[in-house]
């Protein structure tokens, strides 16, 4: 039976609130995490909530003066810039090697966390666990067992759109994507479960971000005869591009959409012509969503977005397997991040992480359930649900939970 932790949580903000932190000590006593995340670049509009949510889940280890023995979480912040490997795996690089972090929570897009994985975690021994890497090729990197992800796969997101989309009596669609790992992943995922289901692709091209005109490729998407438009992109460049293309050039009225594109200032650009449009994000209607909401309401953080309870999670899941293995020492926590984001062991809502804490200072087990319901499968990624979402009155609102 799922556990009331709305009672715990009035408790937690009130100590997060009067800034309780333990003193950091002059003997090495901080436990350094890297938050990197792209602060610029085509999603930069989303990152600043998910980084602020990571390092609620750190003050929170800190304010409880449980964290191995009175150690605090100090969070390193790098630009991943979402897109650009070369600057992803820089600002990894230095985290690891000159600020000297024990684990890395991130990245955010999937191209260059596949990038900081194989180049800095895995050389370097570090855990890294993204809130919000979805390319389904992270299932089967080799990654000696360092890398995870609290958002599920793009191969369940592809699915879920494509049967939403059936559902609708929607079967034909053009489809755009940004030509890398996740728009290549996800389009695979959602052509090949939309055909399963009796759907035609009119047309699939690759768009690449960092253009100023996009009307070559919104003719080409036209022209394939299609009426709604699917595009897997980013919110903040060519995804954007191509819809303000499509709406100021009459080509679609129809809009569905990606995770990458899902957001407040993709409505605020594009305005009412949005509305009626589709699209799907991880999302859950748990208790611990909504106790995750209140938690960060009540210490400034706006918590009601997308993988935002994804970066809590993804936070605390470092610390509390840090906590398991009894050390800060870098990899020495892997093998415990399954152990605390599963059964058997009591389980844990946001807001409870002292308590996780002290329970397994004690020796005794937790079941980390969190904002997103946490259970992880054998290769480290959420199995994870998708909140279906409709463009009304000018915000997203998630119509239901699949």
């Known amino acids: 039976m799922r556990r009331n932790w709305r009672v715990t949580l009035v408790a937690a903000a009130a100590a997060l609130c009067l800034g309780l932190a333990p003193d950091a000590k002059a003997d090495g006593h ?10 610029t670049g085509p999603i930069e509009s989303l990152t600043p909530p998910m980084g602020d949510s990571a390092e609620l889940a750190m003050k929170e280890v800190s304010d409880s003066g449980a964290f191995l023995g009175g150690k605090v979480m100090v969070p390193v912040r790098g630009d991943s810039t979402c897109i650009d490997a ?20 991130g990245a955010d897009c999937s191209g260059v966390t596949i990038a900081i994985t194989n180049n800095v975690a895995v050389p370097n021994g570090v855990v890294i666990i993204s809130p919000s890497a979805t390319s389904p090729a992270l299932t089967t990197i080799e990654d000696n067992g360092l890398f995870f992800r609290t958002a599920p796969s793009d191969a369940r997101q592809g699915q879920v759109l494509a049967e939403v989309l059936i559902e609708r009596g929607i079967t034909s669609v053009a489809v755009t994507y940004t030509n890398n ?19 035609t ?47 100021d050039t009459g080509a679609f009225e129809n809009f569905i959409v990606g995770d990458g594109m899902i957001g407040d200032s993709l409505i605020e650009a594009i305005g009412d012509a949005l509305t009626g449009t589709i699209g ?31 970066s809590y999670d993804a936070a605390a899941l470092i610390a509390l397997s840090m906590q398991a293995a009894g050390t800060a020492d870098r990899g020495a926590s ?12 009591e389980q844990i809502g946001p807001g409870e992480l002292g308590k996780a804490l002290q329970i397994l200072a004690d020796g005794g087990e937790i079941d980390y359930q969190g904002a997103t319901n946490v259970e992880l499968t054998d290769v480290g990624e959420a199995a994870g649900s998708y909140a279906v979402m409709e463009v009304e009155g000018g915000a ?6 699949r």
């Open 334 to 345: 892997a093998s415990k991040v399954l152990e605390v984001a599963n059964a058997p062991g």
């Open 181 to 199: 790992d996740y728009g290549k992943g996800l389009d695979g995922s959602f052509g090949a479960a939309f055909a399963a289901l009796g759907g």
């Open 86 to 105: 070369a600057a992803a795996t820089a600002a990894a690089e230095r985290l690891v090697t000159s600020d000297g972090v024990a684990a890395i929570f």
């Open 201 to 247: 692709v009119e047309i699939s091209a690759a768009h690449e971000d960092g253009k100023g005109d996009y009307s070559a490729e919104v003719g080409a998407l036209a022209a394939s005869g299609a009426e709604h438009l699917v595009v897997f992109g980013y919110i903040d460049q060519g995804g954007k591009g191509i819809i303000q293309g499509a709406v």
């Open 280 to 310: 799907t994000a991880p999302g859950s209607a748990s208790e611990g969503a909504a106790a995750f909401v209140e938690l960060a309401a009540a210490n400034g953080v706006d918590g009601d977005g997308p993988f935002r309870g994804e």
């Open 30 to 39: 901080e436990v350094k995490v890297g938050v990197i995340l792209g602060f």
């Open 396 to 401: 997203f609102v998630t119509k239901e939970i």
